[in-house]
């Protein structure tokens, strides 16, 4: 009988710690940048990007769905704008990747050649491709709801992996680089 | 019969009149009701708490065209929904599905009502009984016990 009571009377006090203790981690983990509460997860994940096809910019070749439908390896499709400003903070991650052999396509949203050509002058150009969507209708079709996005795409055409936001060492360390050694 | 024919002739401005513009897209007004309807239950992904409707973003905008669009084209709402959330997934509609994701939801009122009853119910049931008086035999033998 006083156990009982006793529990009775713990009950709440422990929801309550749980709760605590609940807010307590997605706080922390806010903090240290692991959880986005505004993250969306991509429709697209698990599936092929929807059917396109963009011109290219400055002299460099733009590309379409169905040259995504089999890369020779995981390779990632990167939407940006030279208006943008997280874009510019992940150029030199983006720059890096592309050294060490990660083919990356750009496509440029809503922008100009001139001043696309300008933006990749003075942060450097990762693109191994160069879409233009100028109009932000293909952007639209992949869910996409802001710059930079990049997307992850494995040897069958299928997207594993998008994020939100400009990539970072820790983003492509905790995220990205697990799944490059998983698809390739 | 010439005052009928004024009346016809004029139908047709009447109709015009009845069009509005909404983003550079061109509806009847009762079109344009049904775009709002459907972009008011539709989240802003770059502002998340605003509605495509009240959103000023770039992207809202561009979305209020494509739903114009679709509504001038004849497409029912629902199907307009859901081209968006083809494209977004179901966080973009402001209120959740009914689904096996968001069960849990919708099931946590009746869940914490379920509990309040049985705590209820739990308590009445250890509720402590007062103790019936004692009979004239019983009292008789507790002073015995008492005296000795």
């Known amino acids: 009988m006083d156990t009982r009571r006793r529990i009775l009377f713990a009950a709440p006090l422990a929801v309550a710690a749980a709760g605590g203790a609940g807010f307590y981690t997605i706080l922390r983990r806010m903090q240290d940048e692991k959880y986005d509460p505004h993250a969306l997860p991509s429709p697209l994940i698990g599936h092929r990007p929807p059917a396109f096809t963009l011109p290219g910019m400055n002299n460099q070749q733009g590309f379409s769905s169905t040259d995504l439908s089999a890369p020779p390896r995981p390779m990632l499709v990167n939407w940006f704008a030279s208006w943008c400003v997280p874009c510019v903070e992940e150029a030199p991650m983006l720059g890096q990747l592309a050294k060490a052999g990660l083919p990356i396509w750009g496509i440029a949203y809503q922008d100009t050649p001139q001043a696309v ?4 002058n003075q942060y450097g150009n990762p693109f191994q491709r160069l879409a233009n969507d100028s109009s932000g209708l293909t952007a639209i079709n992949w869910g996409v709801y802001g710059v930079p996005e990049t997307y992850l795409i494995d040897r069958q055409g299928i997207v594993r992996w998008r994020w939100a936001g400009a990539l970072d060492q820790d983003v492509v360390s905790d995220n990205l680089a697990p799944l490059l050694d ?3 | 019969m010439k005052r009928l024919l004024i009346l016809l002739a004029l139908l047709p401005g009447i109709a015009l009149a009845q069009m509005v513009t909404r983003d550079g897209v061109t ?3 009762s079109q344009e009701q049904r775009a709002e309807a459907i972009g008011a239950q539709l989240r802003c992904l770059v502002c998340q708490n605003e509605s495509i409707e009240e959103s000023s973003a770039g992207l809202a905008k561009q979305l209020r065209i494509i739903i114009r669009q679709q509504v001038v084209a004849g497409d029912n709402s629902k199907s307009i929904i859901n081209y968006m959330v ?16 968001t069960l849990l939801l919708y099931a946590s009122p009746f869940l914490a009502l379920l509990i309040g009853f049985l705590a209820a ?17 019983e009292a008789a033998r507790l002073n015995k016990l008492l005296e000795r």
């Not at chain 1, 050509?117 to 990749?120: D, E, G």
């Not at chain 2, 083809?86 to 994701?101: A, D």
């Not at chain 2, 739990?122 to 103790?131: E, G, I, K, P, T």
């Open chain 1, 117 to 120: 050509a300008n933006y990749l």
């Open chain 2, 121 to 137: 119910w739990n308590a009445r049931r250890n509720r402590v009984v007062a103790a019936a008086p004692l009979t004239a035999a």
């Open chain 2, 27 to 29: 509806l009847s007004a």
């Open chain 2, 86 to 101: 083809q494209r977004y997934g179901i966080f973009v509609l402001l209120k959740p599905p009914f689904s096996k994701l």
């Open chain 1, 182 to 184: 998983r698809y390739s």
